[in-house]
């Protein structure tokens, strides 16, 4: 079960690393350090070999014991994808990530789905696209959006990613606000 583990993660550093250089020349650390969360979208629309790149890598997620504990509702859909975030913009993506409501017990769903959340968010940001993570919208999603997103009995709302390419009309680099300096952040013994 180990090596299992260990041969995940392995897994998916190499196809993040092969996925991030082969399109963006950058390394992934080099990705997350300039990564930031986009707000502004154009109407440019995620091709369907990005959306399945971007699966694949949420898939290759750790998860306690394995379980993969998850399902990913993609929303291409305009109206669905506006009833679920605020300017939605057409060509947008959304995927809906679902966890089991019963885990098994040692298992932590909403950790590992959030480990599949950001696997998806650095892959959309590797392909030069745009991504942000909300957590506002789940609880409308799990009270009235369930049977319209097909999400599954037994199954939970728990992060909502949107993909989209950016708007480089918007100068969203320097407006966003800055990260905490590793002196404040960091403990060392």
Known sequence: MYRKSL?????????????LLGQTG?????????GYSVKSFSSD??????????????????????????????????????????????GNVLIVVSGAESPTPGASVEFDCGLATQN???????????????????RDVNETKKQALGIPDGYKAISVLRIGHI???????????????????VIYK
């Open 7 to 19: 041969l995940s993660l392995f897994l998916v550093f190499v196809l993040s690393t092969v996925i």
């Open 26 to 34: 950058k390394s992934v650390a080099e990705v997350i350090k300039s």
């Open 45 to 90: 629309p995620v091709s369907d070999n990005d959306v399945k790149t971007i699966l694949e890598c949420g898939m290759k997620a750790p998860s306690a014991m394995n379980k993969q504990p998850w399902k990913f509702t993609v929303v291409k859909d305009n109206a669905l994808g506006a009833s679920i975030v605020k300017n939605f913009t057409q």
């Open 120 to 138: 998806m968010y650095i892959a959309a940001e590797g392909l030069g696209l745009g991504a942000h993570i909300y957590a506002s919208p789940v």
């Open 167 to 185: 708007d480089k009309s918007v100068d969203a680099t320097s407006a966003a606000s800055s990260r905490k300096n590793a002196d404040d952040v």
